[in-house]
């Protein structure tokens, strides 16, 4: 009533920005609100989505704030059928790999992007990226 297309309770995901409103992303931002809890993450990195052959991947570094100090680190990945018979299907993984501190990560995501070639460095956000709340 008067809310508009993004609103949102607080901890749904939300469609905003790139890493936002796409079906993959939302699925992903799902699947890491089951094991990160929204209002701990610093910062999410999204990287480009390739999509190829009728599927479409999608990956995501997601920061958890610590009381010890170092960012504890999550890889979220999916893979959604975008054509044919098994349209919206989907593959999720979240899976913690280490704690870094924040410096060191940022360093971390531009040296990726380098390395793989892909023109845009992963864009980092914030949590309200995928949550409102």
Known sequence: ???????????????????????GWAKLAAAVAADVPPAEIETIYLFRPIK??????????????????????YTAKYMLVVRGKERGQ??????????????????????TAERTGDAEPPVAHGPAVWYEG
């Open 1 to 23: 009533m008067g809310a508009g297309a993004d609103a949102c309770l607080p901890g749904q995901v939300t469609p905003r920005e790139r890493g936002g409103g796409e079906p």
């Open 52 to 73: 190829r052959e009728g599927r479409e991947w999608g990956t995501a570094v997601v920061t958890r704030r610590t009381p010890e100090g170092p960012l504890r680190v």
């Open 90 to 111: 989907a593959k999720v993984a979240v899976e913690e790999v280490g704690r870094s501190p924040a410096d060191v990560l940022e360093q971390v995501m531009q040296s």
